[in-house]
């Protein structure tokens, strides 16, 4: 009732503008780095905040020194906010839909891997399919890409999944990618006949960053066994993580596709360990022509691994 009173009172009619500015703050913590994601100067973000503060008689920003935080009415508004723009957006969509035609703007997010080794060739292909689609591709962890798709800012992502999705997101598996535990050719792991996971777990690692997905398959995979690996590093990007690992610094576990001379297999006896890539989609959201005909090509693929 608050956010519909919001827009059909006039004399309380919120400017969409001022809103993504009030999102942007929220999310980000920072006026300036909101401003930032808006391609806005800060005095401009913060006069949009003025302006809405001033629309809603409230405050909704506490300014501690250069802590930002939401107030009580801040932390109301902010799924209202949320509401409001998705409506507006599955609203233009179901519009733009009518026509039949698939054109207009995809939001699509990706993590770096997926975007390097597993859409090029599907990318170019629908490209050449639909040449009046205009693609906005974010590259992002797969984590903070679910984030997106969450909120309404992608309408796709094609991510490493979770291991458990919940609904509003449904998640579908496109590929199998297998995980192989690496080291460099000359560490002592590799030039041993035949280890045990307990045998790896001794050794320094390096490991994708603690809050992504693949972490947690590797880490339950340690616990499973009572063991905790000697997580020397971590980072998110496993181009960084085989460079690491290809100069003998530490063990780690990488998509199979990624190995090369670089690096050597780890075989360990009664292991095998996968991840699931697919994509991601908000079931309260209208999607666009154009997502449905990315989906219909992702879904080729996994029919073709069937």
Do not use: C
């Amino acid at each position: 009732m608050y956010a519909q009173s919001i827009i059909t009172d006039p004399e309380r009619s919120m400017d969409l503008a001022n809103l993504n500015a009030f999102i942007a703050i929220a999310e980000t913590g920072s006026f300036s780095e909101a401003g930032e994601r808006l391609h806005l100067t800060q005095p401009a973000v913060s006069k949009r905040i003025a302006g809405l503060e001033q629309q809603l008689g409230v405050r909704l920003f506490d300014r501690l020194g250069r802590e930002i935080g939401l107030t009580q009415a801040g932390r109301a508004l902010l799924p209202r906010a949320y509401q409001i723009l998705n409506v507006l957006d599955d609203t233009r969509r179901a519009l733009t839909n009518l026509s039949g035609e698939v054109s207009g703007r995809l939001t699509l997010a990706t993590s770096h891997h997926i975007g390097l080794h597993r859409l090029p060739a599907l990318l170019r292909a629908f490209t050449r399919a639909h040449p009046q689609v205009a693609l906005d591709i974010q590259f992002l962890d797969s984590e903070v890409a679910y984030e997106e798709v969450l909120h309404g800012r992608a309408e796709l992502a094609v991510i490493t999944l979770a291991p458990e999705t919940r609904e509003p997101i449904r998640a579908v598996a496109v590929w199998d990618d297998p995980l192989d535990f690496v080291a460099a050719p000359e560490h002592p792991l590799a030039r041993s006949q035949l280890i045990s996971l307990a045998d790896v777990a001794q050794h320094p690692a390096v490991f994708p960053g603690g809050n992504t997905f693949t972490h947690h398959i590797v880490q339950r995979l340690f616990e499973a066994q009572s063991l905790t690996p000697n997580i020397a590093m971590s980072t998110n990007y496993l181009e960084t993580i085989k460079m690491m690992v290809s100069i003998g610094l530490a063990w780690s576990v990488l998509p199979r596709t990624m190995l090369d001379e670089q690096v050597a297999r780890l075989p360990i006896p009664g292991i095998q360990l996968t991840r699931q890539l697919g994509y991601i989609l908000h079931t309260e959201r209208t999607l666009s022509n154009a997502a449905r005909a990315f989906m219909d090509l992702l879904d080729s693929q996994r029919d073709d691994l069937a």
